[in-house]
């Protein structure tokens, strides 16, 4: 179990608390908002797709506070409040692999899951965000990233009912809203 009583770095950011329609209702820390039992609230992923369609994963790094080392979108994050989603995604992006990409959002949709692992509890209000890999060779950030790969999305979706427990709980929604988005 993870301490968070005195949260420092990226955990002590503020992120935007949020209703079931997605409108903004306060703030708080990550740490508090990922607490037991959770607190809904903005967040992003992004999902990159190359030339011939593949999508762009990352496995979280260990020292991640929620599901380290499982596979999972591209990149994901918290706005800051009022902080357009796009914007912040594609900060997220440059930051945790070193790549840049014309972004669009493909729609929300709202998750909770608890980390059996670390105690602590994703509850988001999750905007998918997609765009096209410019080409670029990722440059992972160690502290973020453990590793990547490009899959295609017909073989993640099988590998995800297969093997639920290798993935992020939130990439099945992400995959989903990203395929029927405009790219």
């Given at each position: 179990m993870v301490n968070d009583a005195t949260p420092t770095g990226r955990e002590?950011?503020?992120i935007e608390l949020v209703d079931a329609a997605g409108a903004a209702v306060g703030t708080c820390s990550v740490a508090r908002a990922h607490r037991s039992p959770g607190m809904l609230h903005r967040a992003f992923s992004v999902l990159l797709f190359d030339a011939s369609g593949r999508v762009l994963l990352q496995q979280r790094a260990a020292v991640k506070t929620r599901f380290p080392l499982r596979w999972a979108n591209t990149c994901c994050g918290h706005p800051a409040p009022g902080q357009p989603?796009?914007?912040?995604?594609?900060?997220r992006l440059r930051e945790e692999l070193g790549l840049a990409a014309a972004l669009g959002e493909a729609g929300a949709f709202t998750y909770r899951a608890a980390d059996p692992r670390t105690g602590r509890v994703e509850f988001e209000y999750d905007h998918v965000v997609v765009g096209p890999h410019a080409g670029d060779e990722p440059r992972p950030?160690?502290?973020?990233?453990?590793?990547?790969?490009?899959?295609?999305?017909?073989?993640l979706e099988r590998d995800?009912?297969?093997?639920?427990?290798?993935?992020?709980?939130?990439?099945?929604?992400v995959l989903g809203l990203a395929l029927v988005a405009p790219r």
């Open positions: 002590a950011l503020p989603v796009t914007e912040a995604a594609g900060i950030d160690p502290a973020e990233v453990a590793d990547y790969a490009w899959v295609e999305p017909g073989q995800l009912r297969e093997h639920p427990e290798r993935y992020a709980p939130w990439l099945g929604g």
